[in-house]
């Protein structure tokens, strides 16, 4: 398997823009996150989904911040308007089952930079 | 709020030495306890997971253990090397908490040749 996947590796966008984030888990985990990482707050859990369904997006820090699974292997992490803040990297990670059975597997990571 | 915490933030030693790295966890009622390991700009890569039936876990010179009565987790490195120099996270797998995970804030490590 060629692990978690994401896309782009980097971004550089203007304040305002619409920024898209793509993922694609490992064939056969039911369950998908996305983190942001900041030196400022560490990794952050935006929202993790269960079989495609969204089960806790608390984490998602404004309604700039959108997520949808549309199948098993795809998912985006959507950001309309960007700002300056949103500048992080963010991780995309899958795990076989519940409780972390099998452990996290996470992608390489989406480097963003607003400015 | 569950709580995880490293100790020390950072650690320089010298090449060869055997080191530990301490976690802890202000919660038992964990399921999995996993150690990472990131280079800088790049991802996380998982180190060691130990299920919480199990009391450690061994990948080559690394050991991990995990003492969920007293809330703690080593990351025993032996005989360290300069390609160990990485910042080490461990994350907790809280029955409260299904299948999130908690991050701990880490710990970066420098191996000196």
């Known amino acids: 398997d060629a692990g978690v996947i994401q896309s782009p590796r980097h971004e550089v966008t203007e304040m305002g823009q619409e920024v898209t984030l793509r993922c694609k888990p490992i064939?056969?985990?039911?369950?998908l996150f996305w983190y942001r990482q900041t030196m400022m707050r560490g990794l952050e859990l935006l929202i993790y989904?269960?079989?495609?369904?969204?089960?806790?997006d608390s984490g998602m820090p404004e309604d700039r911040f959108s997520a949808k699974m549309p199948n098993a292997s795809f998912s985006t992490l959507k950001i309309q308007p960007s700002e300056p803040r949103d500048s992080a990297v963010y991780f995309c990670?899958?795990?076989?089952?519940?409780?972390?059975?099998?452990?996290?597997?996470f992608g390489s990571g989406t480097r963003l930079t607003v400015v | 709020k569950q709580e995880v915490t490293q100790i020390p933030a950072a650690l320089s030693v010298p090449e060869g030495e055997n080191l530990v790295l301490n976690c802890s966890f202000t919660?038992?009622?964990?399921?999995?306890l996993q150690w990472f390991r990131q280079d800088p700009g790049k991802g996380l890569t998982s180190l060691l997971l130990?299920?919480?039936?199990?009391r450690e876990q061994t990948s080559g010179r690394l050991n991990a253990s995990l003492d969920k009565s007293s809330g703690r987790s080593t990351l025993y490195i032996a005989a360290s090397q300069p390609g160990d120099s990485a910042t080490y996270l461990c994350?907790?797998?809280?029955?409260?908490?299904?299948?999130?995970?908690?991050f701990g804030e880490g710990t970066q490590l420098t191996v000196n040749p």
């Open positions: 990670a899958s795990s076989l089952a519940a409780g972390g059975a099998g452990g996290y597997t």
């Open positions: 130990i299920q919480s039936s199990q």
């Open positions: 919660d038992s009622a964990i399921y999995n």
């Open positions: 989904f269960n079989n495609n369904v969204p089960i806790d």
């Open positions: 064939s056969g985990h039911d369950y």
């Open positions: 994350a907790a797998y809280l029955e409260t908490s299904g299948s999130r995970l908690t």
